[in-house]
């Protein structure tokens, strides 16, 4: 079966788990988290080699009550905690894309401490999109080019790309959206030019690796063109 070298994942649907199974907001995010892990174990052990994953929006997580946002915030802090060290060892490199500078000063700390760690022989990349928005890092690096003096006929699809959060990195293969909804929420919006698509009304909390391999089935059929 043909493999997808980088899955972006857009995670969908922790409020709505709860709420269908009698739980609060947080327990939803919890699970959420928890269904996030197995993924993560599942892409290595199927060798993916890098996976993206829609965490929270620069138009999202300001919409939240500041109970919830204080929630997710304090799991986001755990996670990165648990998980440094122990993907560190297994190869995994985790990384953020988005601009983290309007978190509070815990939060910024844990998420900078990932971008310190050592990793030799990696084998995955695993990228959190925080406070991320596809139109807004677009932007940035069109600022980042004019403040470099480039002039208009310098300026390639290379040139944005490597301004990009993502420079350096694949474009993803296989894009995945679980929860229901069919729209791309401002989701690498220019790395997903050529993305095959995959809907799925299955919540966050419960996309499984067996929904995974649903995906991948279905990516497996497709031929891709890349335009032409």
Known sequence: MTLPSHIAI???G???WARKHGKTIAEGHQAGAEATA???DYCEELGVKTLTLYTLSTENWKKRTKKEVKGIFKLLIQIVKE???????RGIRMTVLGDINE???KVRKALREIAKVVIKNETMRVNLALNYGGRDEIVQAVQKIVQEGLKPEEVNEEVIANHLYTNSQPDPDLIIRPGGEQRLSNFLLWQMSYSEIYFTDTLWPDFTPKELDKALAEYAKRQRRFGK
Not at 83 to 89: G, L, R
């Open 14 to 16: 922790n409020r709505r």
């Open 83 to 89: 998980k440094k060290d122990e993907y560190a060892k």
């Open 10 to 12: 857009i995670m969908d």
């Open 38 to 40: 197995k993924l993560v």
């Open 103 to 105: 978190f509070p000063q």
